[in-house]
């Protein structure tokens, strides 16, 4: 599967964004999807995992309340809504795919990944 994130850009603490990721292939449905994001010099850190029907989610303890994610299995898109973004949000954000359809947070569970978008953060 191909995937394709986008929505990134520059907002103000306090401000919202919709990342989406979109996928190409038939078995969208059968995927556990993540979002993943890095800051150069950093290591891969997890935001968010969503089951593939949609039922179970889970969050990193940095992000939980703040962001969501959700998935449209019919449109092929998984999204993640940030509000609330604060500075140390900044990062390159990457959607990822697991075969084993579950929400994992490890990434080395993940066998696809998309080319990433940046968020930046700042007044």
């Known amino acids: 599967v191909q995937l394709q994130a986008c929505g990134g850009g520059l907002v103000q603490p306090g401000g919202s964004l919709r990342l989406s990721c979109g996928a190409s292939g038939r078995a969208f449905s059968s995927y556990g999807m993540g979002w993943f994001r890095r800051v150069p010099g950093k290591e891969r850190e997890f935001v968010a995992a969503?089951?593939?029907?949609?039922?179970?989610?889970a969050y990193a303890d940095s992000v939980k309340g703040r962001f969501t994610i959700s998935r449209d299995n019919a449109k092929n898109t998984v999204n993640l809504q940030m509000n609330s973004l604060k500075p140390e949000d900044t990062a390159v954000y990457y959607c990822?795919?697991?075969?084993?359809?579950?929400?994992?947070?490890?990434?080395?569970?993940?066998?696809?990944w998309g080319q990433g978008t940046l968020v930046t953060v700042s007044s």
């Open positions: 969503i089951s593939r029907s949609g039922v179970t989610t």
């Open positions: 990822a795919a697991d075969r084993g359809g579950w929400p994992s947070t490890y990434s080395t569970e993940y066998d696809f």
